[in-house]
C-alpha cells in the first residue's frame, strides 16, 4: 500500500458575512483527516475560484500575493517535514505557520519577527533592550544568515562592541546573552538545529553594588522634609526613599496602588519580575512618604519613567552633597545592605525582596507576617550601622 502524504489546498467556506464576501482557509489533509486554517482574506465567492481571485476584485493582485504566500509556506512546512522524515501533526504545523519567521535564512529578521511575538508578554525595558541590542547587530553587519554564526562570528562582533561602541563588560556579556537568546528560540522553533553559542562563555555580570548608609539616607530625608526641592524632583525622592524602606523594584512601584496597601501596615502584591507574591510591612518612615489614602485603583506614586528618574536622582545626590553614583535600582541595594547591618536575618531579606534563586536568597523558611514586621521594626529605632 502506497504511503499518502499531507497535502494542503486554499479553499472558501460556506459562512458569508454581512458585506457578501468569505474568508479562505488552508485545507490541510493529514492521513485522511482535514483540518482548516483562516489566512483572514476575505473575497466575494464570485471572485474566488481555483484557489485564486479573479480581476473583478478591485485587490484581486495583492489577495493573490497573499495567498501565493501562505501557499507557498504551507508547501515549504509539509516538505520539510517530509525531506527529515518527520511525522507532521496538525499542531506542529499550525506552530510553524504562525511563526512569521519561519524558513527565514536570516538572523535579523527572524530577530525582529521575536520582538512581535514578544512586545505583548515582556515589559517595555525589556522590548527596549531587544530593540537596542538588534540595532548594534545592524551596525556590526546590514545582513546576517543563520549560517554565519559561529564562535568566529561572536568573538568577532564582541571585539567590535569593545572597540567602537566602547561597551563594558557588563554590557558586552548582556549584549551577547541577547544574542544567545534570539538562538534558543531558534532551536526552540526548528529554525536551526543547535545554538552555535552553546559552548560560548559569557562570564558573569558584576552588579552595581552603590547604596546608601542609614546617614545618607537622613540626610535625603532632610532635604525632602525641608522643601528645598522642586517639585519634581520631591516627587522622584519621595518614591524613591519609598523604596529604600521596602525594597520594591522600579517596575512594582511604578504600578502599586493603594488596593496593595492593606490596612496601611504593609503591602501585599505580585511582583512583576518574578511573579511572587510578597508582604512587605511598612515601617513608619514609608509610611510617612504616602501623601493620603487614594480610590484602590489609584496609583500611590506618579513615577516618572526611568531615564528621567535617574536624571533627577544624580542632581538630588549632587545637591545633598553624596559623592556616589547612584541610580534607582539602588534603592533595592540601599534596603538589603541596611537592612543586614541592622541585624535583620537574611531569610528575612529575602524573603521581603522576594528573592526565588536559591543561589541568592540560600535556603529560609514562611515567616509569619508579625515576624517580619518585627524584625522590619528595626528600621524605626536604628542603634548602629556597620556597611560591609
Same mark, same amino acid.
Given at each position: 500500500?502506497?504511503?499518502?502524504?499531507?497535502?494542503?489546498?486554499?479553499?472558501?467556506?460556506?459562512?458569508?458575512? $454581512?458585506?457578501?464576501? /468569505?474568508?479562505?482557509?488552508?485545507?490541510?489533509?493529514?492521513?485522511?483527516?482535514?483540518? #482548516?486554517?483562516?489566512?483572514? $482574506?476575505?473575497?466575494?465567492?464570485? @471572485?474566488?475560484?481555483?484557489? +485564486?481571485? !479573479?480581476?473583478?476584485?478591485?485587490?484581486?493582485?495583492?489577495? &493573490?500575493?497573499?495567498?501565493?504566500? #501562505?501557499?507557498?509556506?504551507?508547501?515549504?512546512?509539509?516538505?520539510?517535514?517530509?525531506?527529515?522524515?518527520?511525522?507532521?501533526?496538525?499542531?506542529?504545523?499550525?506552530?510553524?505557520?504562525? &511563526?512569521?519567521?519561519?524558513?527565514?535564512? !536570516?538572523?535579523?529578521?527572524?530577530?525582529?519577527?521575536?520582538?512581535?511575538?514578544?512586545?505583548?508578554?515582556?515589559?517595555?525595558?525589556?522590548?527596549?533592550?531587544?530593540?537596542?541590542?538588534?540595532?548594534?547587530?545592524?551596525?556590526?553587519?546590514?545582513?546576517?544568515?543563520?549560517?554565519? $554564526?559561529?564562535? &568566529?562570528?561572536?568573538?568577532?562582533?564582541?571585539?567590535?562592541?569593545?572597540?567602537?561602541?566602547?561597551?563594558?563588560?557588563? +554590557?558586552?556579556?548582556?549584549?551577547?546573552?541577547?544574542?544567545?537568546?534570539?538562538?534558543?528560540?531558534? %532551536?526552540?522553533?526548528?529554525? $536551526?538545529?543547535?545554538?552555535?553559542?552553546?559552548?560560548?562563555?559569557?562570564? !558573569?555580570?558584576?552588579?552595581?553594588?552603590?547604596?546608601?548608609?542609614?546617614?545618607? =539616607?537622613?540626610? =535625603?530625608?532632610?532635604?525632602?522634609?525641608?522643601?528645598?526641592?522642586?517639585?519634581?524632583?520631591?516627587?522622584?525622592?519621595?518614591?524613591?526613599?519609598?523604596?529604600?524602606?521596602?525594597?520594591?523594584?522600579?517596575?512594582?512601584?511604578?504600578?502599586?496602588?493603594?488596593?496593595?496597601?492593606?490596612?496601611?501596615?504593609?503591602? !501585599?502584591?505580585?511582583?512583576?519580575?518574578?511573579?511572587?507574591?510578597?508582604?512587605?510591612?511598612?515601617?513608619?518612615?514609608?509610611?510617612?512618604?504616602?501623601? /493620603?489614602?487614594?480610590?484602590?485603583?489609584?496609583?500611590?506614586?506618579? %513615577?516618572?519613567?526611568?531615564?528621567?528618574?535617574?536624571?533627577?536622582?544624580?542632581?538630588?545626590?549632587?545637591?545633598?552633597?553624596?559623592?556616589?553614583?547612584?541610580?534607582?535600582?539602588?534603592?533595592?541595594? +540601599?534596603?538589603?545592605?541596611?537592612?543586614?547591618?541592622?541585624?535583620?536575618?537574611?531569610?528575612?531579606?529575602?524573603?521581603?525582596?522576594? @528573592?526565588?534563586?536559591?543561589?541568592?536568597?540560600?535556603?529560609? +523558611?514562611?515567616?509569619?507576617?508579625?515576624?517580619?514586621?518585627?524584625?522590619?521594626?528595626?528600621?524605626?529605632?536604628?542603634?548602629?550601622?556597620?556597611?560591609?
Amino acid at each position: 500500500m502506497s504511503k499518502t502524504y499531507p497535502s494542503v489546498k486554499i479553499v472558501q467556506k460556506d459562512y458569508t458575512r $454581512i458585506d457578501g464576501t /468569505r474568508n479562505l482557509f488552508l485545507r490541510l489533509t493529514i492521513n485522511r483527516k482535514i483540518r #482548516y486554517f483562516p489566512i483572514n $482574506i476575505y473575497v466575494n465567492p464570485d @471572485h474566488f475560484k481555483s484557489g +485564486t481571485v !479573479s480581476r473583478s476584485d478591485p485587490d484581486y493582485k495583492n489577495k &493573490n500575493t497573499l495567498i501565493d504566500h #501562505y501557499f507557498i509556506k504551507a508547501k515549504k512546512i509539509l516538505f520539510d517535514y517530509r525531506i527529515e522524515d518527520k511525522f507532521i501533526t496538525f499542531d506542529k504545523f499550525q506552530r510553524d505557520f504562525d &511563526n512569521s519567521s519561519y524558513g527565514s535564512k !536570516s538572523f535579523l529578521d527572524f530577530y525582529e519577527g521575536q520582538i512581535e511575538i514578544l512586545k505583548d508578554k515582556l515589559e517595555l525595558n525589556t522590548i527596549k533592550a531587544y530593540k537596542s541590542q538588534l540595532i548594534k547587530l545592524k551596525e556590526f553587519r546590514k545582513e546576517i544568515l543563520f549560517n554565519d $554564526i559561529d564562535l &568566529n562570528f561572536i568573538s568577532t562582533y564582541e571585539g567590535f562592541i569593545i572597540k567602537h561602541k566602547k561597551n563594558n563588560k557588563n +554590557t558586552v556579556i548582556k549584549s551577547l546573552t541577547y544574542i544567545k537568546s534570539i538562538l534558543n528560540k531558534a %532551536v526552540a522553533q526548528g529554525i $536551526i538545529k543547535e545554538n552555535p553559542m552553546k559552548n560560548y562563555t559569557l562570564g !558573569s555580570i558584576t552588579g552595581d553594588r552603590q547604596f546608601l548608609s542609614m546617614d545618607e =539616607l537622613n540626610i =535625603l530625608e532632610k532635604l525632602l522634609y525641608t522643601n528645598h526641592l522642586k517639585p519634581n524632583k520631591a516627587n522622584v525622592l519621595r518614591y524613591f526613599l519609598f523604596c529604600c524602606y521596602t525594597g520594591l523594584r522600579y517596575q512594582d512601584i511604578k504600578k502599586l496602588r493603594f488596593r496593595d496597601i492593606i490596612n496601611n501596615e504593609y503591602i !501585599s502584591l505580585q511582583m512583576i519580575k518574578t511573579k511572587e507574591y510578597v508582604n512587605i510591612p511598612l515601617i513608619s518612615k514609608a509610611k510617612d512618604l504616602i501623601h /493620603r489614602k487614594g480610590f484602590d485603583n489609584q496609583n500611590v506614586f506618579k %513615577v516618572l519613567t526611568g531615564q528621567p528618574t535617574n536624571r533627577y536622582l544624580k542632581e538630588i545626590m549632587k545637591t545633598a552633597g553624596i559623592q556616589k553614583k547612584i541610580s534607582f535600582h539602588c534603592a533595592r541595594h +540601599t534596603f538589603a545592605t541596611v537592612s543586614k547591618s541592622l541585624g535583620i536575618p537574611y531569610d528575612v531579606i529575602s524573603k521581603i525582596l522576594g @528573592h526565588t534563586d536559591i543561589k541568592t536568597t540560600k535556603i529560609y +523558611t514562611k515567616y509569619e507576617l508579625n515576624y517580619l514586621s518585627k524584625e522590619m521594626c528595626k528600621w524605626n529605632n536604628p542603634t548602629t550601622f556597620h556597611p560591609e
